[in-house]
């Protein structure tokens, strides 16, 4: 970000008349992507940082791992699909539909996902 808009800052004007400014402007636009990459990158942190393993395992909530018949689901920040030993995560953000669905449910419950009907097995 920092070198962006240095790059900006000393771009002199040439004979090519617009391609200073072309060039100022493609660089703030590259400065502004990287502090807005930045800024999501530090609220996951925030998030991921405010995640207390629960002590209550019936209830799920942000930091629950969700064990179902097929897809497993951890509840904390959306990372994508995590793979730990020879098993496979979804990790979601609690304000995710699947998560605000979860949300509602308890160990023994059944939802759709997918096309898929899936039965909660442990929350962990």
Do not use: C, W
């Not at 998030?47 to 209550?56: F, R």
């Not at 990372?79 to 995710?96: P, R, Y």
Request: aromatic content about 4%.
């Amino acid at each position: 970000m920092e070198t962006a808009q240095a790059a900006a800052n000393e771009e002199e004007k040439s004979s090519a008349g617009d391609k200073y400014e072309t060039t100022r402007a493609m660089m703030q636009i590259e400065r502004d992507k990287a502090a807005g990459q930045l800024e999501e990158g530090l609220k996951l942190k925030r998030v991921a940082g405010s995640i207390i393993p629960q002590i209550n395992n019936s209830q799920i909530g942000l930091g629950s791992l969700v064990m179902t018949n097929t897809v497993h689901f951890y509840i904390g920040i959306s990372a994508g699909k995590v793979e730990i030993g020879n098993q496979s995560f979804l990790t979601v953000s609690a304000q995710a539909p699947i998560a605000l669905t979860l949300l509602k449910l308890k160990q023994g419950d059944s939802f759709m996902f997918n096309k898929l009907k899936l039965s909660i097995s442990e929350i962990a």
